[in-house]
């Protein structure tokens, strides 16, 4: 494969982590232990050498960079230390801020997550499947919701779901469930966005 630095120094300077892949000696222990193996087409050791060959559409709108869990697996074996869960989570934020979505439903799940941590400083287990299977609208999210059944069902068996949390108040009456210093919380993540955003101008 030929190499093209000029995506590399890209990923070097914008990407978080994104210089920490220089040291990667291509061994593959990182894609040979990931439990996700079997549903990644590359994997981080070819993803790294896509980098360095300067195949940015490949890698940015490649699925794999999304389907990290940060079960930390690859990281812990790595032999140089490289921070793999780190970079392909920083991969997968610079494409969505490029605007590209490798995987539409992992985004908008992401997205849904990220704005439930954002509103109540917590995970609420009934408003974030509700956020995520509403962004396509009322009629889409409840066929959505229908589909989610057995992870709902789950969720309660595992006492992680109450049947009267199917309709979470915290949607309905703002400040209910919400950690206490919210609003620090917010100002804190909006100053860490405007830092990424400045970095990736």
Same mark, same amino acid.
């Given at each position: 494969?030929?190499?093209?630095?000029?995506?590399?120094?890209?990923?070097?300077?914008?990407?978080?982590?994104?210089?920490?892949?220089?040291?990667?000696?291509?061994?593959?222990?990182?894609?040979?232990?990931?439990?996700?193996?079997?549903?990644?087409k590359?994997?981080p050791?070819?993803?790294?050498?896509?980098?360095?060959?300067?195949?940015?559409?490949?890698?940015?709108?490649?699925?794999?960079?999304?389907?990290?869990?940060?079960?930390?697996?690859?990281?812990?074996?790595?032999?140089?230390?490289?921070?793999i869960?780190?970079?392909?989570?920083?991969?997968?934020?610079?494409?969505?801020?490029?605007?590209?979505?490798?995987?539409?439903?992992?985004?908008?799940?992401?997205?849904?997550?990220?704005?439930?941590?954002?509103?109540?400083?917590?995970?609420?287990?009934a408003?974030?499947?509700i956020?995520?299977?509403l962004?396509?609208?009322?009629?889409? *999210?409840l066929k959505?919701s229908?589909? /989610?059944? @057995?992870?709902?069902? !789950?969720?309660?068996? %595992? #006492?992680?779901?109450?049947?009267?949390?199917?309709?979470?108040?915290?949607?309905?009456?703002?400040?209910?469930?919400?950690?206490? *210093?919210?609003?620090?919380?917010?100002? /804190?993540? @909006?100053?860490?966005? !405007?830092?990424?955003? %400045? #970095?990736?101008?």
């Open positions: 494969m030929d190499y093209n630095q000029t995506f590399a120094k890209e990923v070097y300077e914008k990407v978080d982590s994104g210089d920490e892949i220089k040291v990667c000696m291509q061994c593959g222990v990182c894609g040979a232990t990931c439990p996700l193996r079997g549903e990644m590359y994997g050791r070819q993803i790294w050498s896509l980098i360095r060959a300067g195949r940015r559409d490949e890698v940015l709108n490649n699925p794999d960079i999304m389907l990290c869990t940060s079960c930390y697996t690859c990281q812990v074996r790595c032999p140089r230390g490289v921070p869960m780190e970079v392909m989570h920083g991969l997968a934020h610079y494409a969505l801020a490029q605007g590209i979505v490798p995987r539409a439903e992992t985004a908008k799940f992401g997205k849904a997550f990220w704005e439930g941590i954002y509103d109540t400083g917590r995970v609420d287990e408003v974030v499947p956020k995520y299977c962004q396509d609208g009322l009629v889409a *999210g959505k229908l589909g /989610m059944m @057995d992870i709902g069902l !789950a969720l309660m068996k %595992a #006492k992680r779901m109450k049947p009267k949390m199917f309709i979470p108040p915290n949607i309905f009456i703002p400040g209910v469930h919400k950690i206490k *210093g919210v609003k620090q919380l917010q100002r /804190m993540l @909006d100053k860490a966005a !405007a830092i990424d955003a %400045a #970095k990736e101008a």
